[in-house]
């Protein structure tokens, strides 16, 4: 294979330029030529092509965001738009593509595989770490740790004031990043959609905690779990206590990416370009157990929960 193409698509996450680097470089040691692709699948419809060096990458592994930029192809599922992308990569004479992002990206990256045979290599880039083949995605734990600094600069306040803390957090319908930086910022009440949960038990627990000395309480809230306000409504009604609402937001997409996600972006990378310089199949690269694996992408877009029951159950256990 003598030319590749790398694009992100979909929600940015931190991590994603340094994947890039690791791809970018690790193509060029092998005498790969490598392409990057701007504004993920819109861009490669549009032929948003331009041949990378290693210049390209230089200074890149500790910035946020993505310098190939990125977008929402929602008219991606038409066959005929998927069409218009193998015919730009055919017009460059990339032989293979290496897509970062999340479920959507990875659904696109199976239809091209699927309709046109073209050699796709997904990695998993997004703050949500909703994919259930693989433990960790590139840019949770960043996200993870931007909650946590939230977490710490909201209790100060809380606590000043005799209040209780909603802060709400991005993952969609994966309640992840409120479960770990609930249980590492020690938060009373963790909220996700994959656990039922009691506003009339919350409350009374939250008044009940008020009358023995305990003035502030803090609950991260997963945004797929519940609207916000209606529920901080209903615990400031049945408790008495006021319950002041923070929506952290795309504050959490953006920042340096930590050592964790450095470090899986260039294992990721690496074998990106491993796979597709031996001509292997299409897949999904991940990792178990602190082992990268690979998937096929039927695989990798199936919707499966991996919750992690037993960190909840921490959380609960040590939020008392």
């Not at 996200?143 to 000043?160: E, F, G, P, Q, Y």
Request: glycine share 10%; net charge neutral; with cysteine.
């Amino acid at each position: 294979m003598q030319r590749i193409a790398v694009l992100t698509s979909g929600g940015d996450a931190p991590g994603m330029n340094a994947c890039i680097r690791a791809v970018v470089r690790t193509a060029l040691n092998n005498n790969i030529d490598i392409y990057g692709v701007e504004r993920g699948y819109a861009g490669l419809v549009k032929g948003e092509i331009t041949r990378l060096g290693t210049r390209s990458v230089s200074d890149m592994i500790h910035k946020g965001g993505t310098f190939l930029k990125t977008a929402r192809c929602p008219e991606f599922i038409d066959v005929e738009v998927q069409r218009q992308a193998v015919e730009a990569l055919s017009a460059f004479g990339i032989d293979g593509l290496i897509v970062i992002g999340g479920d959507g990206t990875f659904r696109g990256a199976k239809d091209l595989c699927d309709n046109f045979g073209i050699k796709v290599m997904g990695i998993p880039g997004t703050i949500d770490n909703d994919l259930s083949y693989t433990d960790f995605t590139v840019g949770f734990d960043t996200a993870v740790n931007s909650v946590l600094w939230a977490i710490n600069n909201l209790r100060d306040t809380m606590h000043s004031h005799d209040r209780v803390s909603l802060l709400e957090v991005m993952g969609r319908h994966c309640g992840d990043i409120a479960l770990y930086a609930g249980v590492a910022g020690g938060a009373e009440y963790v909220l996700v959609p994959e656990i039922p949960f009691d506003l009339d038990e919350i409350a009374r627990k939250i008044k009940k905690s008020y009358l023995r000395g305990k003035t502030s309480n803090m609950i991260i809230l997963a945004e797929g779990a519940g609207n916000r306000d209606e529920i901080a409504e209903t615990l400031r009604t049945k408790s008495g206590i006021n319950v002041k609402v923070t929506n952290f937001g795309y504050i959490q997409r953006g920042g340096s990416p930590n050592m964790n996600d450095r470090i899986l972006a260039a294992r990721f990378g690496y074998k990106a370009i491993e796979l597709l310089k031996n001509n292997s199949e299409s897949r999904a690269i991940g990792i178990k157990d602190n082992k990268v694996i690979t998937v096929p992408f039927d695989e990798a877009v199936k919707h499966v929960s991996k919750f992690d029951k037993e960190l909840y159950n921490i959380a609960h256990i040590l939020s008392l």
